[in-house]
Nanobody, 119 residues
Framework: QVQLVESGGGLVQPGGSLRLSCVAS????????MGWYRQAPGKERELVAT???????NYAESVKGRCTISRDNAKNTVDLQMNNLKPEDTAVYYC?????????????WGQGTQVTVSS
């Protein structure tokens, strides 16, 4: 089991910045990826950015160049720095840990943190 707690969401004007942080606790065995997803009202949850074991990083096309994901293994945190925010970035942002045991993947989610981009 993994427990995830997010922080750092809030209201920001277009063009502004936010830094989301996620602290993980529990069992860290078999983790294959850590990252951030988001879900806007009426839309499906979508990937924002993820760090795959081995160091590869994937970003959604919509956030490339504006977001940076980082992981601190010593602190068990994964952060998302978001710059030049746009109204379409408004969503609930969820921290995610994915584990793989044999051929089975399991996803763990935080409670979510609201990001609202509005003037």
């Amino acid at each position: 089991q993994v427990q995830l707690v997010e922080s750092g969401g809030g209201l920001v004007q277009p063009g502004g910045s936010l830094r989301l942080s996620c602290v993980a606790s529990g069992s860290f065995f078999n983790i294959v990826a850590m990252g951030w997803y988001r879900q806007a009202p009426g839309k499906e949850r979508e990937l924002v950015a993820t760090i795959i074991s081995g160091g590869n990083i994937n970003y959604a096309e919509s956030v490339k160049g504006r977001c940076t994901i980082s992981r601190d293994n010593a602190k068990n945190t994964v952060d998302l720095q978001m710059n030049n925010l746009k109204p379409e970035d408004t969503a609930v942002y969820y921290c995610n840990v994915r584990k793989k045991i044999w051929t089975t993947y399991s996803d763990y989610w935080g409670q979510g943190t609201q990001v609202t981009v509005s003037s």
